[in-house]
């Protein structure tokens, strides 16, 4: 299983939200890259990077940032953050990104996301399904649609989409564990998916359950800052 570290950038620093709430938002380092090139050299290999303040712009702000962590580390990096134009997944892909995280897009614009993955290839794009209370959020969690998580993911895996990257907002930096069961139903709903969960990861041992559970990837965030989890522990299971 991938064990990916993340990254959240606004006005080009690495912080952490609370339920996606901007206003709970706290400052853990100036440098991004330095944080990247610690979790380099711990021996992780993947890393999220999230343009937050793209999200909210819905188009990528902070690019200097993604190329500055591509070229300066090996780490292989998904990007997401206001990702809206067939333009915008190239700049990121050209900036470094191994894959790009697209998920408001595919809520608001299904034609043009099946276009991109197309162009882009399966390998390339990652769908970012991101809910609360089960309903698919977009704009950086900002507003709410009526689309059902599950039914979401499930009809875009049937057509073509091989990665999905899932959080449930409601346990995004609430340190309180993950969604365990969803992430279950999920991966009963739409076997073969590549499912990255998001939100929540807490210890050591919910990334084991995690991986006992199938789950492709699990994203870890506010965990590492505030040393619930060491890098040790992630490189060990890397």
Same mark, same amino acid.
């Given at each position: ?47 999220? $990077?999230?343009?937050?303040?793209? *999200? #909210?712009? %819905? /188009? @990528? ?5 993604? !190329? =500055?962590?591509? +070229? ?52 390339? $794009?990652?769908?970012?399904?991101? *809910? #609360?209370? %089960? /309903? @698919? ?5 900002? !507003? =709410?649609?009526? +689309? ?91």
């Amino acid at each position: 299983m991938r064990i990916i570290p993340a990254i959240d950038i606004i006005d080009g620093k690495c912080v952490r939200l609370s339920q996606g709430d901007y206003a709970q938002k706290t400052v853990y380092n100036e440098n991004p890259l330095e944080v990247a090139k610690a979790f380099e050299a711990a021996g992780i290999r993947h890393l999220h $990077l999230v343009d937050l303040d793209g *999200a #909210k712009a %819905r /188009k @990528i702000i902070n690019h200097a940032v993604l !190329e =500055a962590i591509a +070229s300066q580390t090996s780490l292989q990096v998904d990007f997401g953050g206001g990702i809206s134009t067939e333009e915008q997944v190239r700049i990121a892909l050209e900036a470094g990104a191994v894959q790009v995280t697209c998920g408001s897009i595919a809520a608001k614009d299904p034609q043009a996301f099946l276009k991109w993955l197309e162009i882009f290839g399966s390998e390339k $794009l990652i769908l970012g399904a991101d *809910a #609360k209370d %089960r /309903k @698919i959020a977009v704009a950086g969690w900002q !507003e =709410a649609t009526e +689309s059902d998580l599950v039914g979401f993911v499930q009809n875009y895996q049937s057509k073509g989409v091989g990665f999905c990257i899932c959080t449930d907002i409601s346990k995004d930096g609430m340190l309180q564990g993950p969604a365990f069961e969803l992430y279950k139903e999920i991966l009963l709903a739409c076997p073969g998916l590549n499912l990255i969960a998001s939100g929540g990861v807490t210890t050591i041992e919910d990334i084991d359950q995690l991986a006992l559970d199938g789950l492709e990837g699990a994203i870890v965030g506010k965990a590492i800052y505030e040393g619930r989890i060491t890098l040790a522990q992630l490189a060990a299971r890397c």
